[in-house]
């Protein structure tokens, strides 16, 4: 039962069937166009003649049959022409035919063996006849040679049984083949799915290079396994960062709490560890919602709210909003935003991945620098650029500048939770955009390529 549940065993089946299919459909072919059409030709060539010689017995007498007999049997013809002529009172008029049945034959036709000697030679011949009998009780018998067809028919029959067990062994030897080469590809797919599942994402599916189906499937599952390998390492890579980041908070928030029970008699201090606590709890409370914020909009399921937006407006907007921070540092907004630039997105998750550009560019630039944003229509696309005097990236780092968590070497020190420019790149992800980093020399320019 189990071998019938087998997907090659059953293509092997069907390949057999369909092979033996097509060679009976040959052999009804050859059959119909070597055997029964040259039959049904010659039977319509013989019934015409009887009918011109019955008309000619008819309308001329016995006299003129016989003479129309005896030219016809001279004729020269592909099929010989073949007949017997016997009067009413049993008496045989003419005839060209060795030997015929004694009495009229029911329905008309018969295959008479018409077989000739001639100087010691057997000439063989099967004459397809049509026996005719006059309303005077004369009877005219009228045929053609149909020997080469009769053996065409009689070596089909006999060739029918080795054509048969030929078919079966060759469908045999085929579907097995068959079979065999398409157990083989599955079993290299289950193989490398076994391998995976024991834990090894390393695993990837044999290409052939002969780019049938069965390679085009194991490109696809490949490049679905270094997915799936890529996410479970980013996985990997955000847990560490995760319990990376919230130790030092939930420490300082379990050290704060357990300072705040031992100053039960200290109104001041308890009222300073509970500030503490409460910003502790806020800082965790920003990394998940951040966190839940980017696997929300990774995920497809944050339900971007589709429409026209007022990009120019909307940056201006941003700068408006940072102004007063910077000018806590003493630091220079300089703008160079385009009028008129319009195109389809969300417009809340687009002020937020320029307020996160705005906000690490005023977090890491030195007191009285100057940030510069600029925003232009470059062909079909439009271009952000938020630039800052900060101490910026390398280019190695470039790579990683968007994982959860990342900061660069030269601002670890600095606060911050390493997710704004994740988030940055899931927005630019979901608006089909392009996010690009280069060193401003000083600092860090990120630039933002959307679509128009």
């Known amino acids: 039962m189990r071998l019938f549940r087998s997907l090659s065993f059953r293509l092997a089946l069907a390949y057999l069937a369909l092979f033996a299919l097509s060679v009976a459909a040959l052999i009804g072919l050859y059959y119909w166009i070597n055997i029964v059409r040259p039959m049904a030709e010659t039977r319509y060539q013989v019934i015409r003649e009887a009918d011109r010689l019955h008309d000619v017995y008819v309308r001329d007498g016995q006299a003129a049959l016989l003479a129309a007999a005896d030219m016809r049997a001279r004729a020269l013809d592909v099929r010989k022409p073949f007949h017997a002529f016997i009067s009413r009172d049993g008496s045989l008029l003419s005839a060209n035919l060795p030997s015929w049945p004694r009495k009229p ?27 005719r009998v006059f309303s005077d009780g004369a009877r005219l018998i009228v045929g053609r040679d149909v020997q080469d067809i009769s053996e065409r028919q009689e070596t089909l ?15 045999i030897i085929g579907a097995a083949l068959m ?42 599952l490949n490049l679905m396994l270094a997915r799936i390998d890529e996410s ?19 420490a300082r928030l379990q050290a704060d709490l357990e300072d705040l029970d031992a100053a039960r008699d200290d109104p001041d201090a308890r009222s300073r560890l509970i500030g503490d606590a409460i910003g502790e709890a806020a800082r965790l409370n920003g990394v998940f919602d951040a966190l839940l914020r980017i696997a929300r909009i990774e995920g497809g399921r944050h339900g971007a709210a589709s429409g026209t937006v007022d990009l120019t407006a909307l940056l201006l907007d941003a700068v408006e909003f940072y102004v007063p921070q910077a000018e806590l540092s003493s630091m220079l907004l300089r703008t160079d935003i385009a009028e ?8 809340d998750m687009l002020f937020q991945a320029v307020s996160n550009l705005l906000d690490n560019a005023i977090k890491y630039s030195p007191a009285g620098g100057t940030i510069r944003i600029s925003a232009r229509a470059d062909g079909r696309r439009c271009r952000i650029a938020v630039c800052d005097e900060g101490p910026g990236l390398t280019e190695e780092e470039f790579d990683r500048a968007t994982e959860r968590f990342y900061r660069g070497r030269q601002v670890v020190a600095s606060p911050g939770i390493g997710l704004g420019l994740t988030l940055v790149a899931a927005v630019a992800t979901l608006h089909k955009a392009e996010l690009s980093f280069r060193n401003g020399a000083p600092g860090l320019c990120v630039e933002l390529a959307l679509p128009l």
Request: proline share 2%; glycine share 10%; no cysteine.
């Open 340 to 347: 008129g630039l319009v195109l389809r997105g969300d417009k």
């Open 105 to 131: 034959v029911a329905g008309g036709w018969t295959m008479i063996e018409a077989d000739l000697y001639r100087d010691g030679d057997e000439s063989d011949h099967d004459a397809l006849a049509y026996d």
């Open 232 to 250: 479970v390492e980013a996985i990997r890579r955000v847990s560490d960062s995760v319990a990376h980041e919230l130790r030092t908070p939930l």
């Open 179 to 220: 079979s065999r080469a398409i157990a083989t590809r599955i079993e290299a797919i289950n193989a490398t799915a076994r391998r995976v599942i024991s834990g090894d994402l390393s695993g990837r599916v044999p290409v052939r290079g002969s780019g049938d189906d069965f390679d085009r499937l194991a490109e696809t």
């Open 157 to 171: 029959a006999e060739s029918v049984v080795w054509i048969v067990i030929f078919t079966i062994l060759l469908g």
